[in-house]
């Protein structure tokens, strides 16, 4: 076992030197194949998931939630300034500021269904404990 240990160092090293490994003989040769049945694999050692482990997903949820509420409010803040900027340049008038309500109304809608979920959430699970 040793012998072939010291074997496929020696082909290694003259490998990584740019010169040709020498076959020593029959069973140098074959050491060199691509065989690794009888290796112990990565696989038989990593343990697999128990049935009944305790994971918590509420972290990864409450960090979605607040990334998701987050998100809607730079949209509503975005769409407001860019009304008021617009409107501030005299690029619309009063007048059409009605129809910035199409895009308006839904993203209020869309914040505050997402906002009150968030905090609602947030809310009875810190009382809940």
């Known amino acids: 076992m040793d012998e ?15 010169r040709e490994p020498v076959a020593r003989d029959e069973d140098a040769t074959s050491s ?22 305790n994971y918590d997903p509420r972290p990864q949820e409450d960090g979605a ?7 809607l409010i730079g949209l509503l803040g975005l769409v407001v300034s860019g009304m008021l900027i617009l409107l501030g340049f005299g690029i619309i008038d009063v007048d059409h500021i ?3 309500g199409v895009i308006l109304n839904p993203i209020i809608a869309l914040v505050s269904a997402a906002t009150g979920f968030y905090y609602g959430i947030k809310s009875n699970s ?4």
């Open 4 to 18: 072939e240990k010291a074997e496929k160092t020696q082909t290694a090293e003259e490998t990584l030197a740019g």
């Open 32 to 53: 060199n194949s691509l065989d690794f049945t009888g290796d112990s694999t990565i696989i038989d050692q990593v343990l697999a998931p128990q049935v009944g482990d």
């Open 65 to 71: 939630r607040r990334m998701i509420a987050y998100l």
């Open 98 to 100: 009605k129809e910035f």
């Open 126 to 129: 810190t009382n809940g404990k």
